[in-house]
């Protein structure tokens, strides 16, 4: 399936957001997601199925200043 990863196009294999963020190694990291410009909480990412062609937005947070 193809989506919109963080603005660049990219094929993945997994069903769910949580496998994506395990696909990118990003499965533990402590990261903020959006889903076609929607809030997607952590407790949800597990149940969410991506469509192709979906949006998915990852972030992280920045320290610093």
Known sequence: MNIT???ERRSITGPTVADVLAEIELAEARVATALNGAFLPAARRADTTLKDGDSLEVLSSMQGG
């Open 5 to 7: 990863l963080n603005g």
